[in-house]
C-alpha cells in the first residue's frame, strides 16, 4: 500500500503547510512524528480522534485527505446498499413487517435517487 | 499519450552528481510532494543509494510518467557519477514499466524563453507565483561568488515538469 498512489493527501497538505511530521504529532497529540509518516505512507490508518484532528488542522475533510480510501468505502457500501435493496425486495410479508419492509425500500431508494442527482 | 495528460501523475526529477531534485505533479496544475534527496558519498555506494531513494519516492507516488532533466548528453556520457544515477533510474523505470522522457537543460530554457523569462532565478520565481507552495523554497537570488541554492533543484525539476506538459509528447526520447 502506498500513500499517494492509493489516494492518501495527507503528505500533500502537510507539506503545503510547511509542518513537520513532528509538529503535526505534537498538535494531534500522538507520540511522534513516526506515527504520522506510518499515516503518510498508508502503513497505518489513523483512530477516527486522530483522523478528525486532521480534518481540523488541513481545514480539509477526512474523504479528501484519503480520497481513494473514501471512494473505495463509498463503492463498497453502493454495492451492499443494492444488495440489502434486492433482499428487501424478496420479502413477502404481511401486517406491520411489510409496512417496515415499504418504509426501507423508500428510504434506499431516496438515497439511489439523491446519489444519482449528485 | 491514451490517457487524460490533465490528470497524469509525472515525477518531474533534475539530476545532479550528489543529489536530486524532485517534484510530483498530478495534472499540470497540481504539485503533489516535492523535495531534495541526496545520494552524496558518506550515504554508501552511488546505485544502492539511488535505487533506495529514487525507489521509495517511485513507489510512494506510482507516477505514470518520469521527466528526467538532465543537464546534457555529454555530461551524462562523461559524469562517472550522473552515468551512475541515470542508469540506476533507467533501471527502476524499466522495472516498474513507467515511461520515461530526457529534457535537456537547453530545452527546458527554450520552453521558458518562449514565456519571456531567460535566466535560471526568473524561471523559478516564475514558478513560485504559478505554485504558491514552491513560493517560500524560492532562495534570494544568488550573487556571483555565492554557491548555488540546496532547494534550486527543486526549482529545476518543476520546470522541466511544466516543460513536459507544454511540450508535445511526440518530442519524446
Same mark, same amino acid.
Given at each position: 500500500m502506498t500513500s499517494q498512489s492509493s489516494g492518501n493527501y495527507l503528505r500533500t497538505h502537510r507539506k503545503r503547510s510547511g509542518l513537520s511530521q513532528n509538529e503535526v504529532a505534537r498538535v494531534l497529540g500522538i507520540e511522534n512524528g513516526g506515527l504520522v509518516c506510518r499515516y503518510e505512507l498508508g502503513h497505518h490508518l489513523p483512530p477516527l480522534l486522530v483522523a478528525l484532528g486532521l480534518e481540523a488542522l488541513f481545514q480539509v475533510p477526512i474523504s479528501q485527505l484519503f480520497r481513494g480510501l473514501g471512494e473505495t468505502v463509498a463503492r463498497t457500501v453502493e454495492d451492499r446498499l443494492l444488495g440489502l435493496g434486492t433482499e428487501l425486495q424478496s420479502r413477502s410479508g404481511k401486517g406491520p413487517q411489510a409496512v417496515i419492509t415499504a418504509k426501507k425500500l423508500q428510504w434506499l431508494t431516496e438515497c439511489r435517487n439523491v446519489r444519482v442527482g449528485a | 499519450m491514451a490517457h487524460d495528460r490533465a490528470q497524469e501523475r509525472v515525477l518531474a526529477l533534475d539530476v545532479r552528481s550528489r543529489k536530486v531534485g524532485f517534484v510530483v505533479f498530478e #495534472?499540470?496544475?497540481?504539485?503533489l510532494d516535492w523535495g531534495v534527496k541526496s545520494y552524496a %558519498?558518506?550515504? #554508501? %555506494?552511488l546505485e544502492v543509494t539511488v535505487s533506495k531513494k529514487i525507489g521509495n519516492v517511485l513507489k510512494l507516488v506510482l507516477p505514470s510518467a518520469i521527466v528526467l532533466r538532465i543537464p546534457s548528453e555529454r555530461l551524462v556520457r562523461k559524469n562517472g557519477r550522473i552515468k551512475v544515477v541515470v542508469n540506476t533510474l533507467r533501471k527502476e523505470v524499466r522495472r516498474r514499466s513507467v515511461s520515461l522522457r530526457f529534457l535537456g537543460r537547453q530545452r527546458v530554457k527554450k520552453f521558458f524563453m518562449g514565456r519571456g523569462v531567460t535566466t535560471k532565478h526568473g524561471i523559478a520565481s516564475l514558478l513560485a507565483e504559478r505554485f504558491p507552495d514552491l513560493a517560500w523554497k524560492l532562495p534570494p537570488k544568488r550573487k556571483p561568488w555565492q554557491s548555488e541554492a540546496y532547494s534550486m533543484t527543486i526549482f529545476d525539476a518543476a520546470a522541466a515538469g511544466v516543460a513536459h506538459f507544454g511540450l508535445p509528447v511526440a518530442n519524446k526520447g
Open positions: - | #495534472g499540470p496544475d497540481n504539485l %558519498p558518506q550515504y #554508501g %555506494p
